[in-house]
């Protein structure tokens, strides 16, 4: 029998047949079954539909130290922790017989602690009997009983013990490193969604189904992230160290899913804030909660709430209901027979004098009435997804005084446009609304004659036919009911929600691709080892120098009048300063003179002039290097320099390391992107900030010489942590081992597990160091060592020896530290042959006999952990993934634009990315653009290692010219391969 008690099992049934009818059924106050489920209807506590139901609160297992085998435990409470041992052994392990040992060390550890666990365990099994018994009698509308989902009654008992062991196996705040294996589910897929996921704000709607349908994502995906976002974990740190969570999700679906997230559950905050304004006014109803809680987006919520603001005058309906209309309208849909409109005339009221105007009041609350209805909007939503809906703009009749010609011919193609809200692009629905917004255009969106007839024709036959004969006068108001209903309200609310919808979508495709882009600039590999001159162009003021070394230093700032008739003159001063420094690259801005001031090096070049000097030039983007020059940072950094010659610093150091420069400037600042300022300026400054920080932590940073700009930008971090981690450097002298990190102020251990992955340690700098400091560095190759064995929360700070890891300088995580070991006792590896060939031999030798799959399931974790254990110990010890991806395009020559025919094959670097073509840099002064239709997929190399699935800044790539209009500076391209 089931466990499921008879009244409980009514209770559901009535509340499935609530969801199927919705709305509708509370149009009825007669019946009693409708008034039955009125009453028993709790929107907070409502089933959802497609989904299991979670555990209730009193059922849910309280955490605690478990005694199952192998399982692995983070502890992020203990700050005074040198080392977290995350497996059974905590040493390295070169045995054959590992699985047996581990389970001996293992039995030793648990006799030692059985004492001192006795007790919380026998807590624990009362407290687990009581809450049996308890959720035994509680019914489904409080999620006390999870027996719904299961198919068969007869195997209930069997579901919830296989649904318990699940749970255990499957802990959010636990790192990956046990393969979760059930038989309900693949690997890192709960077999159910947890308590944890419970929103603070409860809906008639499930978010984690609502989020899967939006983005496209399985719902146990869903459910795993918005846990682990609770747990304030960043998208790098999941994106490396959680894949199996999030089923190798890039970090782009990531952003997707939070802004998503984000936006569901301020739809709800408002939501419930709205009820509980109007509860206060004393004007809520069912229907009316109902319909609110019903709201996903805040168009919804607008149509739902607009009549209940403060200060509405009310609408017609509203009215209408206080001259106490609203029984004459339900009795025409449930018993139109005893409907008698004469009754209700007034000939002293206003509104009830006379019959026309009384049957005017019942078609605006049957209006009302049918706008508000939840499954009649779905008919119409759906019935607008199979039409031709269009959305339309126009110039407008009486454009604004303030604009000028050039203003209105920038919108010539939109000025008579058309075109499907299907098959719209992004970039345009951004032209026309700022048209609009610039009172240049009008815009409309125009639904067909064929939804209204379908819509009115469903409504009769279907939602809305009265239950009963009704005479042809209630017809006719029935009917003019539905007309009005959909002219005056319905359609204005779908051109509502469709123009916010484009325009969403539009705003999310061009923050995305601006977030591509920047990534694309902020991991253009760097050019180290190089001396280079900076130049920051000029006409009047002249042409600032600054010469930087190998490593970022300033040697030599100067300015330089090369377009003022001093040109030969200023030669001389240059070729000096190249061959003092034997600096041969020149970097150029590319700002105002720069097509003179490259013509000019270019000139020189073709001429020999440096010798023997073989020197070359390239252009870089000088776009935000004046707001940076006068900022505070740059002060700090270079004081007492003219901000001019801050900025010629500045344009030199975005080619000898682009990343830690660029960091160093506003994101929007950079000038890639499209329509940025057209865009919500928070979603924008989140993605970008967001793609920053991305960019830094999987680059890395040294933290012993890294500055405190670019360490604010590693997940985890912030200004103030990245300050205090500076000040702590520079008060006890360099990092030894990261697990001094945890000795800062503020970096707790959630910003420990964050960060940690992402710094890096120089063993050769920390073995220097080490060798004048410590007295014996063989007592162990782990993190540290803890002299006492149980050692209390004081002592453990000051006992703590902390000694050089080789661990430190990889991608790998203190939490895999020890399977790291283990691994590397696998396949006879030692620390030291981190980096080196034959570290890559032994591993693929091993991998060759045993697989990847069968050495993680030896090691007790995940292939994606081991994978990235092997990347760690596999890459060297300067490795710089940024060195697969293009170089700055060096040059000695100059094309023209006069110089270019239609049919020449060029190379060219990419300068932006849009959402309507890729603008690229070919060297004639003024950037091609290769339309969109062009890029297709067969075009991009698949073989090479790419930033991104499109094509982005810095890339190199071969192109033909189409078309050159010389008069309007425009060149067409069409592109022939990437380089």
């Not at 192998?70 to 590992?98: C, G, H, Y």
């Not at 209805?373 to 607008?384: G, N, Q, S």
């Not at 634009?897 to 073509?917: I, M």
Request: glycine share 6%; with cysteine; proline share 5%.
């Amino acid at each position: 029998m089931s466990s499921l008690p008879r009244r409980a099992k009514i209770q559901a049934k009535n509340v499935e047949s609530k969801d199927e009818f919705s709305f509708f059924s509370e149009l009825s106050s007669g019946s009693e079954e409708d008034d039955k489920e009125d009453s028993i209807w709790e929107p907070q506590k409502k089933v959802p539909r497609n989904r299991k139901q979670p555990a209730s609160k009193e059922s849910r297992r309280k955490p605690g130290p478990r005694g199952k085998k192998n399982t692995p435990q983070i502890d992020d409470v203990s700050k005074d922790m040198a080392v977290k041992v995350e497996l059974n052994s905590p040493v390295p392990i070169v045995d054959a017989n590992l699985e047996e040992k581990n389970h001996e060390l293992h039995m030793t550890k648990t006799l030692k602690t059985a004492a001192k666990k006795q007790k919380n365990t026998v807590q624990r099994a009362k407290k687990k009997l009581k809450v049996d018994e308890e959720s035994s009698h509680a019914s489904p509308m409080e999620g006390g009983n999870s027996n719904m989902e299961t198919s068969s009654t007869s195997t209930a008992g069997e579901g919830v013990h296989k649904k318990e062991e699940g749970e255990d196996d499957f802990t959010f705040g636990q790192p990956p490193l046990k393969r979760i294996r059930t038989e309900a589910c693949p690997q890192g897929k709960p077999v159910k969604i947890p308590d944890s996921i419970t929103e603070e704000v409860e809906m008639n709607w499930d978010i984690v189904q609502v989020l899967s349908e939006r983005t496209n994502i399985e719902p146990w995906v869903c459910a795993n992230i918005i846990c682990l976002f609770h747990d304030d974990n960043t998208i790098p740190f999941l994106v490396r160290y959680r894949k199996e969570l999030i089923n190798n999700l890039d970090a782009d679906s990531l952003r997707e899913i939070r802004q998503t997230l984000d936006e569901l559950r301020a739809v709800a905050k408002k939501v419930h804030s709205t009820i509980q304004k109007i509860k206060k006014e004393g004007k809520m109803s069912e229907c009316l909660l109902k319909a609110l809680l019903n709201c996903k987006t805040f168009e919804e919520l607008e149509h739902v709430s607009a009549p209940y603001k403060t200060g509405s005058k009310g609408t017609k309906a509203q009215r209408a209901k206080q001259l106490g209309l609203e029984g004459a309208a339900r009795t025409l849909l449930e018993n139109p027979g005893q409907l008698n409109l004469l009754s209700y005339v007034r000939p002293d009221v206003k509104g009830l004098s006379e019959l026309k105007d009384i049957e005017t009041g019942v078609q605006h609350i049957l209006a009302d009435m049918i706008a508000k209805d939840k499954d009649t909007l779905d008919f119409i939503r759906d019935t607008c997804k199979h039409r031709y809906i269009c959305i339309q703009s126009s110039l407008a009749k009486v454009p604004s005084k303030n604009l000028n010609e050039k203003d209105v011919d920038k919108f010539q193609l939109y000025q008579n446009f058309s075109c499907n809200i299907r098959s719209i692009h992004h970039h345009q629905i951004l032209a026309i609304n700022r048209g609009e917004n610039l009172k240049i255009l009008t815009v409309k969106v125009n639904i067909p004659d064929g939804v209204k007839n379908e819509f009115c024709r469903w409504c009769i036959q279907n939602r809305w036919r009265p239950r009963g004969f009704a005479r042809p006068e209630l017809m006719k108001i029935l009917h003019n009911s539905l007309d009005d209903s959909f002219k005056r309200l319905i359609v204005p609310l779908l051109c509502r929600e469709f123009r916010a919808k484009l325009t969403s979508d539009a705003e999310k495709q061009s923050v995305m691709l601006f977030g591509q882009n920047l990534r694309q600039l902020l991991l253009t590999s760097p050019v180290p080892g190089r001396t280079l001159m900076g130049v920051d162009p000029g006409y009047k003021h002249g042409c600032k120098l600054a010469i930087i070394s190998p490593t970022s230093q300033i040697l030599h700032t100067d300015v330089v009048y090369l377009h003022c008739g001093q040109g030969f003159r200023e030669a001389e001063k240059i070729k000096r300063l190249l061959l003092d420094f034997n600096c041969s690259t020149v970097v150029i801005g590319n700002g105002t003179a720069c097509r003179e001031t490259e013509a000019y090096f270019a000139d020189l070049i073709m001429k020999n002039y440096f010798a023997p000097l073989d020197v070359v030039y390239c252009i870089v983007s000088e776009a935000g290097a004046s707001i940076y020059s006068v900022s505070p940072e740059a002060n700090k950094e270079m004081p007492g320099l003219d901000p001019n010659l801050r900025s010629a610093v500045s344009i030199a150091r975005r080619v000898q390391d682009p990343l830690a420069e660029l960091v160093k400037i506003e994101p929007k600042h950079i000038g890639v992107g499209m329509y940025q300022h057209d865009v919500s300026q928070t979603l924008l400054k989140a993605t970008l900030d967001s793609v920053v920080e991305e960019c830094v932590s999987f680059v890395g940073v040294d933290i012993n010489i890294c500055s405190e700009v670019l360490l604010r930008h590693i997940a985890g971090l912030n200004a103030n942590r990245a300050k205090n981690i500076i000040e702590w450097r520079e008060k006890n002298g360099p990092f030894i081992n990261r697990e001094q990190l945890r000795k800062v102020k503020g970096l707790g251990p959630k910003s420990f597990q964050q960060c940690a992955g992402f710094i890096r340690i120089n063993q050769d700098y920390i073995q220097t160091f080490c060798s004048q400091c410590t007295d014996s560095s063989d007592q162990s190759q782990g993190a540290a060592v803890v002299t006492n064995e149980k050692p209390s929360k004081k002592k453990n700070k000051a006992d703590v020896i902390f000694t050089p890891n080789p661990l430190d300088q990889t991608c790998i995580h203190p939490e895999s530290y020890d399977t790291a070991v283990r691994f590397l006792s696998f396949i006879g590896g030692t620390l030291r042959e981190i980096g080196k060939p034959e570290m890559q031999q032994k591993i693929n030798l091993y991998l060759g006999k045993e697989g990847i799959e069968k050495t993680a399931e030896r090691l007790q974790t995940t292939a994606q952990t081991l994978q990235v254990i092997i990347d760690g110990l596999s890459q060297p010890e300067s490795f710089d993934f940024r060195t697969d991806f293009d170089k700055p395009d060096f040059k000695r020559s100059i094309v023209c634009l006069e110089d270019l025919q239609v049919g020449t094959v060029l190379t060219g670097k990419v300068e932006n990315a849009t959402l309507f073509g890729v603008f690229v840099n070919i060297g004639v002064g003024k950037s091609g653009l290769i339309p969109i239709r062009n890029i297709t997929e067969a075009k991009l190399s698949k073989t090479k290692k790419r930033r991104s699935l499109g094509l982005g800044p810095g890339e190199r790539v071969e192109v033909k010219v189409l078309n050159i209009d010389i008069p309007r500076s425009r060149i067409s391209l069409d592109l022939l391969r990437v380089l």
